[in-house]
């Protein structure tokens, strides 16, 4: 199986930034998709960013150009560097992997969650 930490989540006033890491581990043979999505209270989870194996990026309208989303494959590591941020950012913030363990199919793990709050 595959396990995601996520770390960096926190209190942070308008306009700050903020990095989130999540770091997978476990019986890894292939990473796929790695990703962010979001929940805020009484909201559908969304997707924030992913990338692709391929460096390929695809982001939510709302964060273009405010969020930057990069991994390191030798760390089965994403990053997701929030800036300028926004009240309306506040969410739940999950990390997504789609992998393949040694001996389980390909399938999609997910983090705990960090909290992001955006407040001044």
């Known amino acids: 199986q595959v396990q995601l930490v996520e770390s960096g989540g926190g209190l942070v006033q308008p306009g700050g930034s903020l990095r989130l890491s999540c770091v997978a581990s476990?019986?890894?043979?292939?990473?796929?998709?790695m990703g962010w999505y979001r929940q805020a209270p009484g909201k559908q989870r969304e997707l924030v960013a992913v990338?692709?194996?391929?460096?390929?990026?695809n982001y939510n309208d709302s964060v273009k150009d405010r969020f930057t989303i990069t991994r390191d494959n030798a760390k089965n590591t994403v990053y997701l560097q929030m800036n300028s941020l926004k009240p309306e950012d506040t969410a739940v913030y999950y990390c997504y992997a789609r992998a393949r363990a040694i001996g389980v199919p390909t399938r999609d793990y997910w983090g705990q969650g960090t909290q992001v709050t955006v407040s001044s």
């Open positions: 476990g019986s890894i043979f292939a990473m796929y998709g």
């Open positions: 990338i692709f194996s391929s460096s390929s990026t």
